[in-house]
């Protein structure tokens, strides 16, 4: 497979599709580049090379051309961070686009319009009414996947070489994110670094890791971390469930959870997720405490209690003290770790100790020479607002794309380029 680092770029474009999906304020100011910086090492190397870059990437979700999802608002912010001018034009398509892809010089960068100002770009018909049939659906999707082909192609002419550095839309089976790599031989298409780092770090724990292994899966629902835990009892030694879903798990067993966050039509579900850890020999690690409140708020009456002897009318926030420190211990003694959701509702100050004796377990555990990576959604918050994201071996960007890999799905955007 080509890789960024063996591709030397001296007198070549490149297509680079980056995850430029920022949130802006009311005054299009950016207030967060995570996003950008992250796909800095890889836009550097292609200008150090002597290459030109053809920048390609969505901002929110606009419905057709809207001024505020318009990626003329991160060009200055790119061109301070690059340090150099920074071209842009606006439109991903057509005569304007093809000039200014032409006549890029070595070393010269052009960002191109939001690529989902074209239904193309995902594939997806829009404008169609809300009562429209069958037959008209499915007209229509036909209609936009025949020009997404055209939309595709004329993305890929602009360059000489693919690089893909969007690992958040590699879950997207997509025009920009995965169907152009087909338009490039194996030898002019890889991955940016950003991207090469989510998978190496995502294989690490999904292949061949070193043991034990130990998942730790919390959150609010079970039904959407259904599939992720379903997989993971096959690759794990501990699987430790947290956060909300818990009290479905201590409902299920007979328990009382009052109030709690408990999903009834999912009971027989945790059931068979217990016996099967059972039969795989998972040792499955749930809290057998934790801090009730009696109103969802910070400044709820708050009390400690065994998990399945919930109160009515309390409801189970956080770890208890004795669950964060048997689960700290099992964290402690692994050698790879996989952190997905909260322990507790972390947003509440007065409910995120759980949550902290986690990360700081992870962070013990990776100093003492585990691999731990965190990732998906608010986990990656979680860390952030403990400010140990230095202190972890991997924080992923990619919320939804690293969930399907956990899940233990190919990612679309993987895929076209290993083949
Ligand atoms: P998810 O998106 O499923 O990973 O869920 C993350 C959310 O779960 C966070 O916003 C947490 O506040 C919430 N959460 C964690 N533990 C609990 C709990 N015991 N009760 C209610 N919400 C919880």
Sequence with gaps: MQTLDKFNFAGKK????????????????????????????????????????????????????????????????????????????????????????????????????????????EGKPRGLAEDAGDEEKAAAKKAVKASQKEFTKHLAELADAYVNDAFGTAHRAHASTALIADCFAPENKMFGYLMQKEVEAVEKVMKNPVRPVTAIIGGSKVSSKITIIENLLSKVDNLIICGGMAYTFAKAMGGKVGTSLCEDDMLETAINIMNKAKELNVNLVLPTDCVIADSFSNDAKTSTCKNNEIPDGWMGLDLGPESAKVLANVIKS????????????????????????????????????????IGGGDSVACINKFGFADKVSYVSTGGGALLECIEGRELPGIKAIRG
Excluded at 334 to 361: C, D, H, M, Y
């Design 334 to 373: 692994s050698k790879t770790i996989l952190w997905n959701g909260p322990a507790g509702v972390f947003e509440f100050p007065n409910f995120e100790a759980g949550s902290r004796a986690i990360a700081q377990a992870i962070v013990e555990a990776t100093a003492a020479g585990a691999f731990s990576l």
């Design 14 to 121: 490149a297509f680079v599709r980056v995850d430029f999906n920022v949130p802006l304020d009311e005054n299009m100011n950016i207030t967060d580049d995570t996003r950008m910086r992250a796909a800095l090492p890889t836009l550097k190397k292609i200008l150090a090379d002597g290459g030109s870059i053809i920048i390609g990437s969505h901002l929110g979700r606009p419905k057709g051309r809207e001024d505020k999802f318009s990626l003329k608002h991160i060009v200055k912010h790119l061109s301070e961070l690059l340090g150099q001018p920074v071209k842009f034009v606006d439109d991903c398509q057509g005569d304007a686009v093809k000039k200014a892809a032409a006549e890029l010089k070595a070393g010269e960068v052009l960002v191109l319009e939001n690529l989902r100002f074209y239904a193309e770009e």
